[in-house]
C-alpha cells in the first residue's frame, strides 16, 4: 500500500520550502520506504506544476534506474527478459519472450551485480515450437509445493506481404511448471487457453485476430492473487477506454487438471491510472510479496505511444486505484519484467529489461550502480 506525503500546508506557497521538499524526494527516494504497514511509500512532490490534462511527463525528481547488462548471451543475441520470479535470496528465474523451452536463472550478488553466469532451466515436456513468445512469470505456493505459471503473449504474429505470409495467432497458452525437488521444471500446457479467453472476455474478442500493433490481443503480465484465488492477466492491448486491463482468471483447483474447465472468468478490472502521452498498457505485475497490494509496470501499448514506462502501486481493490511510484527508467531501458524479493538479504524490487539486462531498486531508494550503493 502507498501513501501520499504532502509538505506542510503553511509552506506550500514557499519556493524555498518546495526546492527543500523536492531535493528530499531525489535524494535516493528517502521516502521510498518499506514499512510494516506497506511495501513503498510514495514520495511526490506537494507543489502545483502545470501538465495538461492529456499528457503527463515524468517528474524531474523521479530517480532513474538504470540496467545492468547481462554477462552472457542468447547465441549472440540479447537476452529479452521478460517475467521474472524470485527462487530465494539473490536467486531469480526469468522468461525470454525468443526462448521457447527453458527459463534462465539469475543469482545476483549483495551489491546488486550479476554473480556467475546465467543458468539455462529446461522446461521438461516443452517442445521449441509448443509455444512462440513467452512474456510473464509468477509463483504460487500451495500444501509446500511451489508452482510457477507462464503466460505467452497469445497475439497475432504479421505476417509479410512480400513472402506471401498471412498474419497467425502464435502458439502458446497457459503453462503450469512444478518445481521438482531434483530442480527439474516440469511443464504443462493449456493450448487451447486462449480461445476460452476470447469467448470469455467480451472486450478482448473483438481485437483477437488483430496484430498488435492495431491494438490486437497482447498480454504482457501475470500475476498470483491469492485473494481471488486467481490469475492476473495483465493486458498490454487492448486497452478499453484508454486504461490499462486486468482480466483475473480464477484456478478452481490449483492442483486439479490443467484444463480450461478448471478455469472461471472473473470481472475486468481497469487501472486509474495517469493520463500520459499516448495510450498505456499493462508491461508486468507482480505481487507485493512484503506488504499488500500489487506493483505494476505501464508503458506504451503499441509502437507509435509515447507513453513512458511508469511504476505503480495496486491495492488489489475492483476499483484500480493506483499511485505511481516516483521512479523513472534510462532512456533505453526497457523494464519488461518486475518482482519483489531479497538481495543479500535486503529486502528489493528486481526489474529484467527486455533490452539485455536487469537492475535492483532496494528498499531505502537505492538503484544498483548509484554512487549511493553501499
Not at 537476452?79 to 545476483?108: H, K, Q, T, W
Request: aromatic letters at 6%.
Amino acid at each position: 500500500m502507498s501513501h501520499r506525503i504532502d509538505p506542510p500546508k503553511d509552506t506550500i506557497n514557499s519556493v524555498t520550502s518546495r526546492q527543500v521538499w523536492r531535493s528530499l524526494c531525489a535524494v535516493g527516494l528517502a521516502l521510498l520506504l518499506w514499512t510494516t504497514g506497506g511495501f513503498l511509500m510514495s514520495c511526490r512532490s506537494g507543489a502545483k506544476e502545470e501538465k495538461s490534462s492529456k499528457s503527463r511527463k515524468q517528474e524531474s525528481t523521479d530517480t532513474e534506474v538504470k540496467p545492468t547488462a547481462f554477462l552472457d548471451k542468447n547465441n549472440g543475441e540479447e537476452y529479452n527478459a521478460s517475467g521474472v520470479i524470485p527462487l530465494g535470496d539473490s536467486r531469480f528465474l526469468f522468461c525470454d519472450n525468443n526462448l521457447n523451452d527453458a527459463l534462465m536463472e539469475l543469482v545476483v550478488s549483495k551489491d546488486g551485480q550479476q554473480q556467475g553466469p546465467l543458468v539455462r532451466r529446461p522446461l521438461v515436456g516443452l517442445g521449441k515450437k509448443h509455444i512462440d513468445d513467452m512474456e510473464e512469470l509468477t509463483i504460487a505456493e500451495q500444501g509446500g509445493r511451489r508452482l510457477v505459471f507462464a503466460v505467452t503473449s497469445l497475439s497475432v504474429k504479421a505476417g509479410s506481404k512480400k513472402k506471401g505470409k498471412e498474419d497467425e495467432v502464435r502458439p502458446g497458452g497457459l503453462l503450469r511448471i512444478a518445481i521438482q525437488p531434483d530442480g527439474f521444471l516440469a511443464t504443462e500446457l493449456m493450448s487451447d487457453f486462449r480461445d476460452w479467453l476470447v469467448v470469455n472476455a467480451p472486450e478482448i474478442a473483438s481485437s483477437a485476430e488483430n496484430d498488435p500493433e492495431l491494438g490486437g490481443l497482447n498480454i504482457e503480465g501475470l500475476a498470483w492473487d491469492a485473494r481471488r484465488g486467481a490469475l492476473l492477466l495483465g493486458i498490454r492491448t487492448p486497452a478499453p477506454g484508454g486504461k490499462p486491463l486486468i482480466r483475473p482468471v480464477r484456478i478452481k483447483d490449483l492442483l486439479g487438471p490443467w484444463t480450461t474447465g478448471n478455469l472461471e472468468m472473473l470481472p475486468p478490472i481497469q487501472l486509474a491510472v495517469e493520463n500520459a502521452i499516448g495510450e498505456q498498457g499493462i508491461r508486468s505485475i507482480t505481487r507485493n510479496s512484503f506488504g499488500e497490494g500489487f506493483f505494476v509496470v505501464v508503458g506504451n501499448s503499441t509502437s507509435e505511444s509515447e507513453a513512458p514506462f511508469s511504476v505503480y502501486t495496486w491495492d488489489g481493490g475492483d476499483e484500480g486505484n493506483v499511485s505511481r511510484l516516483p521512479i523513472s527508467f534510462a532512456k533505453k531501458m526497457k523494464p519488461e519484467g518486475v518482482t519483489t524479493g531479497t538481495v543479500g538479504g535486503r529486502k528489493a524490487l528486481l526489474f529484467v529489461d527486455d533490452g539485455g539486462g536487469f537492475s535492483v531498486l532496494w528498499s531505502d531508494g537505492t538503484a544498483f550502480g548509484s554512487p549511493d550503493v553501499p
